[in-house]
């Protein structure tokens, strides 16, 4: 698809000019939000940990079988390399711990160190990206009936305390290498399948670790921790000790980031309905996109109104220079690579989105008690000339534009992922 964005994008900023609209502003406040881009797509949540670990029986599920799965580390990062050649924006890499360099073998989670991921800072400044990080609770034979940091069992909960202090080095070795804070995300699975009398309990213990994980004082201006909540997961359906408002009363009192996943929510609550009220308390929050289909199914995003609507309220609300956005979804039934390029260009187009809406008008009306006003000008910006925006944004980003990077997507299947 060829088209001729210079003079399409030249009568789309006039159009939105007229509308008191800075599509050049626009385009420079969206360039400077970085994507936190998961690696766990890219292979199906697998790692490199080989025989100490495996998939399952601990609240992930991932669907499919699709060819061309990377089988190496390099392989990997050469997948990775070509999904953010498809998604404009200078953006960031998310990994998981079991993500590790281990070619020398792997020492057990709780012995992981920076060494392990050396390699990978070497590459992300090599390719001028900057790294997130996340402790692996999950897929491990350490997690005992369901539990980590929550289990009853003090070896378990010790195994999984020192694993999170790991991961927290590991994480101020990559923000001071890199030159930038490295946001650690810690999410367990813990929870029962049904009913649990002893809720206090397991949270009591929940506590008790998260604080031995962070009571280790580290360099300043390295790494922030995050704290993740979910509604349930497989095998958790009735209790997951790690509940929102474990994780808000926690995040509040400790002075730590909070994680807010889209799918992590009952499918009627509105994650962005919760941005004012959180913001209020914690400072910079953590926001995972994904896209749940009748539960927490992480599949890859699309720009539907959950997605719309989070990323208005982050400009509404102001707080957009306070929220990390990274993508957190995984599906095996699709090319992996262009899943990667769906799910990150529709986040940075819901965002873009919103950056261009009449906002100061919209307060204006809301003022002056004009709700028709209100209501008319929101739905007539929907008829304004999006798209031609958009693709500027790519043409600046030098990535495939419009329908093009379909073409980039099967080429790369042809030439490098139906050989393996």
């Given at each position: 698809?060829?088209?001729?964005?210079?003079?399409?994008?030249?009568?789309?900023?006039?159009?939105?000019?007229?509308?008191?609209?800075?599509?050049?502003?626009?385009?420079?406040?969206?360039?400077?939000?970085?994507?936190?881009?998961?690696?766990?797509?890219?292979?199906?949540?697998?790692?490199?940990?080989?025989?100490?670990?495996?998939?399952?029986?601990?609240?992930?599920?991932?669907?499919?079988?699709?060819?061309?799965?990377?089988?190496?580390?390099?392989?990997?990062?050469?997948?990775?390399?070509?999904?953010?050649?498809?998604?404009?924006?200078?953006?960031?890499?998310?990994?998981?711990?079991?993500?590790?360099?281990?070619?020398?073998g792997f020492p057990g989670r709780d012995r992981i160190g920076p060494e392990h991921f050396e390699s990978?800072?070497?590459?992300?400044?090599?390719?001028?990206?900057?790294?997130?990080?996340?402790?692996?609770?999950?897929?491990?034979?350490?997690?005992?009936?369901?539990?980590?940091?929550?289990?009853?069992?003090?070896?378990?909960?010790?195994?999984?305390?020192?694993?999170?202090?790991?991961?927290?080095?590991?994480?101020?070795?990559?923000?001071?290498?890199?030159?930038?804070?490295?946001?650690?995300?810690?999410?367990?699975?813990?929870?029962?399948?049904?009913?649990?009398?002893?809720?206090?309990?397991?949270?009591?213990?929940?506590?008790?670790?998260?604080?031995?994980?962070?009571?280790?004082?580290?360099?300043?201006?390295?790494?922030?921790?995050?704290?993740?909540?979910?509604?349930?997961?497989?095998?958790?359906?009735?209790?997951?000790?790690?509940?929102?408002?474990?994780?808000?009363?926690y995040a509040i009192t400790k002075n730590t980031m909070l994680t807010l996943d889209i799918g992590h929510?009952?499918?009627?609550?509105?994650?962005?309905?919760?941005?004012?009220?959180?913001?209020?308390?914690?400072?910079?929050?953590?926001?995972?996109?994904?896209?749940?289909?009748?539960?927490?199914?992480?599949?890859?995003?699309?720009?539907?109104?959950?997605?719309?609507?989070?990323?208005?309220?982050?400009?509404?609300?102001?707080?957009?220079?306070?929220?990390?956005?990274?993508?957190?979804?995984?599906?095996?039934?699709?090319?992996?690579?262009?899943?990667?390029?769906?799910?990150?260009?529709?986040?940075?187009?819901?965002?873009?989105?919103?950056?261009?809406?009449?906002?100061?008008?919209l307060r204006e009306y809301e003022r002056e008690g004009k709700y028709f006003e209100r209501l008319a000008?929101?739905?007539?910006?929907?008829?304004?000339?999006?798209?031609?925006?958009?693709?500027?944004?790519?043409?600046?980003?030098?990535?495939?534009?419009?329908?093009?990077?379909?073409?980039?997507?099967?080429?790369?299947?042809?030439?490098?992922?139906?050989?393996?």
């Amino acid at each position: 698809m060829k088209k001729d964005i210079s003079n399409l994008y030249l009568q789309a900023r006039e159009i939105y000019a007229s509308q008191g609209i800075d599509t050049e502003e626009a385009l420079k406040t969206l360039a400077g939000v970085p994507l936190s881009i998961h690696c766990w797509q890219a292979d199906d949540v697998g790692g490199f940990e080989q025989a100490d670990s495996g998939l399952g029986g601990s609240g992930l599920a991932v669907t499919g079988n699709y060819p061309g799965k990377p089988r190496t580390m390099a392989e990997f990062r050469q997948d990775l390399e070509k999904a953010f050649s498809l998604i404009p924006g200078h953006n960031r890499l998310s990994l998981h711990a079991s993500y590790g360099d281990f070619t020398n073998g792997f020492p057990g989670r709780d012995r992981i160190g920076p060494e392990h991921f050396e390699s990978w800072v070497a590459w992300a400044r090599e390719h001028d990206l900057k790294l997130d990080f996340n402790a692996t609770f999950f897929s491990h034979f350490m997690v005992k009936n369901g539990y980590t940091l929550a289990s009853r069992d003090k070896t378990v909960r010790d195994y999984w305390i020192e694993h999170g202090r790991r991961c927290r080095e590991i994480s101020s070795y990559m923000g001071r290498e890199l030159d930038d804070i490295c946001i650690h995300n810690i999410w367990i699975p813990d929870g029962e399948k049904d009913i649990t009398p002893s809720r206090m309990e397991h949270r009591e213990y929940l506590r008790d670790s998260l604080d031995q994980i962070l009571d280790h004082p580290l360099p300043s201006g390295t790494m922030r921790d995050s704290v993740e909540s979910k509604l349930f997961g497989i095998g958790t359906e009735t209790f997951v000790v790690g509940s929102h408002e474990f994780y808000l009363g926690y995040a509040i009192t400790k002075n730590t980031m909070l994680t807010l996943d889209i799918g992590h929510f009952h499918p009627t609550e509105s994650v962005a309905d919760k941005i004012s009220s959180v913001f209020l308390y914690i400072d910079e929050l953590l926001f995972h996109v994904t896209r749940g289909v009748r539960w927490d199914s992480d599949h890859v995003v699309s720009w539907n109104d959950p997605l719309t609507d989070l990323m208005q309220e982050l400009v509404w609300s102001g707080r957009l220079p306070k929220a990390h956005i990274g993508l957190d979804f995984f599906d095996a039934t699709l090319n992996r690579v262009g899943a990667y390029a769906i799910g990150a260009r529709n986040t940075l187009k819901a965002l873009l989105w919103a950056l261009l809406l009449p906002t100061n008008k919209l307060r204006e009306y809301e003022r002056e008690g004009k709700y028709f006003e209100r209501l008319a000008l929101y739905e007539e910006f929907k008829n304004l000339p999006f798209g031609a925006v958009w693709d500027r944004f790519c043409e600046i980003n030098e990535v495939p534009v419009g329908t093009n990077y379909i073409d980039e997507v099967e080429k790369y299947e042809k030439d490098v992922l139906s050989k393996r």
